[in-house]
């Protein structure tokens, strides 16, 4: 099984004013490529830690971080950085839109900073604003478009660099219920898809969304429960067949696990 991330004994430790934090203390689990994970825990348990090291914004103090066969704790701060840009789909609570570009260019914007913007990604980023059913919304400017759809800007811009996983911090914090379920089914086509999802919430009802749901105390894990194997939901015909097309357009330079 081809995993997109494994946590050994991750540990991480902050120094305050000559206090040790332990905010992480020894977690280990595997998130298989394919998975939908719903990261849980109270306030202070550690999830804002373990997205920072997910996400690559922090090494950790011990343990291993494995980002398919690529070790993050062994990173330096260029390959780190390299990582964060090209390897990793944020998707924050605020949706973290630039306002000057259109919907097409916000989701362009991970590969104009890396210098690859090219006719073919072009037609590919508007493949994923198809995919996220915005292809009538290409020239609009975010403040032209509602929260959910703002979400889906972000949520494509995401998947442009076809990332380890899609690192999604309260995604529908913002959201009200109805566009919440949107995006919630977005994130279920995604993972129908082959996607790899990371969430962290603190909704109960979005993580029962999930495949898995972690739960962190102190720390530490407290528990890992499956709440669905394989495919995360039955679907139409008609959008079984609209997912293969677009999978079959944007897959296809992908050299990763996805
Ligand atoms: N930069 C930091 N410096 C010192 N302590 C920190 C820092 N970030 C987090 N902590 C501490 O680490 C623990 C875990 O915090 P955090 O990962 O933010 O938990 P959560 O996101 O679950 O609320 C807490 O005790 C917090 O106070
Ligand atoms: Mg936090």
Not at 36 to 53: D, E, F, H, R, W
Not at 176 to 204: C, P, Q, Y
């Amino acid at each position: 099984m081809k995993l997109a991330a494994k946590l050994v004994d991750l540990r991480k430790d902050y120094v305050l004013k000559g206090e040790t934090v332990r905010a992480l203390r020894g977690v280990s689990f595997d998130v298989p490529v394919g998975d939908y994970v719903a990261i849980m825990g109270p306030s202070g348990s550690g999830k804002s830690t373990l997205l920072n090291l997910l996400g690559c914004l922090d090494r950790p103090t011990s343990g291993s971080l494995f980002l398919g066969e690529d070790d993050v704790s062994k990173m330096n701060d260029n390959q780190l950085s390299r990582t964060r840009a090209t390897s990793i789909g944020f998707v924050f609570q605020s949706y973290n839109l630039i306002q000057q570009l259109t919907v097409l260019e916000n989701i362009e914007v991970p590969l104009y900073y890396q210098g690859r913007l090219s006719k073919e990604s072009r037609e590919r980023c508007r493949l994923l604003a198809e995919m996220v059913g915005l292809q009538e919304r290409l020239s609009h400017r975010p403040s032209q478009l509602s929260g959910g759809q703002q979400q889906r800007v972000a949520i494509a811009r995401s998947l442009v660099n076809d990332p380890y996983f899609i690192l999604a911090d309260e995604p529908t914090g913002n959201l009200d219920s109805a566009t919440t379920e949107e995006i919630l089914r977005l994130f279920e086509n995604l993972n129908e898809m082959g996607k790899t999802i990371i969430m962290v919430t603190h909704e109960n009802d979005v993580a029962g969304r999930a495949k898995r749901i972690v739960r962190l105390r102190d720390g530490k894990l407290q528990s890992d429960t499956t709440l669905r194997e394989g495919p995360a939901q039955s679907r139409s015909a008609e959008s079984a067949s609209a997912i293969e097309e677009i999978r079959a357009a944007i897959g296809s330079d992908s050299n990763k696990a996805l």
